[in-house]
């Protein structure tokens, strides 16, 4: 196994290595939260890293970590002098899978790699089945993120099962809200998987005249303003829309009004206004939404596709990758088309849905 160390103490970080190498073990030592992290980019199995640092602490040293897409499930365990119950609570809603208090033995270590990695797997195997069936269709690192969220969700749980006997009602609340947490944005990832898949079966299937329509100015309005709320940008959003009901059910165009307006405001600054709107036109519905923030490049415009997660590296992005491909889908059903633009001087991007009537 190969195994990455971060600690600034020369001595620590020699007798852990020592140890983990009489073991069997690969061993990539760091001296400082910058080298590990860039360590990290050679994919080890398991982390063990020090909080006390100077320069980058651990936690900052494991919120960097986790954004990697080759250490996003990796086993993180810190190595602290003293692990209050405040220290944990902070390092599990990070991600971190456990503490383990200076000074160690021997089998705490090798306890702590062997619990982790038992954990992790079988997270790991409930899914292989499904990353493999779509593995020829991925082309972005998106596959980690379905198992982020169970890591607070298990490491809140693990706290939970730890201090059983002695945590009290406080705590247990926190512990409670880090694995909600964890099983809300699971749940999330869980439907928009379940609407794309279902929109690639339907996709095809010839639509017959006069069935599942929408009010379209309903749709756009309530979608808009719930990504709003989630993103908390009510105050930057403006919607107006010309009445007409639309080829589509209602469900599946708000839903992915939902994904694109989200868009728009994850990828604008708070304050920039983010605009939708709906026209009607020589019998044809077109939605735009229009924002403010970095844009796409042509050649970004033209590979949008499932799984598919762009500048991933310079921004962290949450997801999966498939807003704008069930965006697509869903125009698709409707019998009409999604067109991306480059918006007004080539300032931010404008989505178009582009809809027959019903």
């Not at 329509?213 to 719930?226: K, L, R, S, V, Y």
Request: aromatic share 4%.
């Amino acid at each position: 196994m190969k195994i990455l160390i971060i600690e600034d103490e020369p001595n620590i970080r020699l007798t852990l290595q020592d140890l983990l190498e009489i073991n069997g073990h690969v061993v990539l030592a760091a001296a400082d939260g910058e080298e590990g992290i860039r360590l990290a980019a050679q994919r080890p199995d398991f982390i063990f890293c020090d909080v006390a640092m100077p320069r980058l602490d651990g936690y900052a040293t494991l919120e960097a970590i986790r954004r990697l897409p080759e250490t996003g499930e990796v086993p993180f365990v810190f190595l602290t002098a003293k692990a209050d119950r405040g220290e944990q609570r902070r390092g599990m809603a990070l991600g971190a899978d456990d503490y383990i208090t200076k000074p160690f033995t021997m089998r705490d270590i090798l306890d702590a790699i062997a619990a982790r990695m038992h954990r992790h797997r079988t997270v790991r195997e409930r899914l292989a089945q499904m990353i493999e069936n779509r593995r020829q269709q991925i082309r972005a690192p998106w596959s980690h993120e379905l198992l982020t969220p169970l890591t607070g969700v298990l490491g809140g749980l693990g706290l939970i099962e730890a201090e059983a006997e002695t945590i009290d009602r406080r705590e247990l609340k926190e512990a409670l809200a880090i694995i909600r947490a964890g099983a809300e944005r699971q749940e999330r990832l869980s439907r928009k998987l379940i609407r794309y898949f279902e929109l690639e079966q339907v996709k095809d299937v010839p639509r017959r005249s006069g069935s599942h329509g929408c009010d379209a100015p309903c749709a756009i309005t309530e979608a808009a303003a719930q990504a709003a709320r989630e993103e908390q940008r009510e105050g930057d959003l403006t919607v107006v829309s010309d009445p007409g009901a639309v080829a589509v059910r209602e469900e599946y165009l708000a839903g992915a009004l939902l994904e694109v307006v989200g868009n728009a405001f994850r990828f604008s600054p708070p304050g920039r206004p983010v605009t939708v709107t709906g026209i009607r036109r020589n019998g044809r519905y077109r939605i735009e939404i229009l924002d403010e923030g970095p844009g796409m490049t042509t050649e970004q415009r033209a590979e949008v596709g499932a799984f598919i997660q762009f500048e991933r590296s310079k921004r962290e992005q949450q997801g999966l990758g498939l807003g704008l491909a069930i965006a697509r889908a869903t125009a698709t059903l409707a019998g009409g088309r999604l067109a991306l633009e480059a918006g007004p001087g080539g300032r931010g991007l404008k989505v178009i849905f582009d809809l027959p009537l019903a």
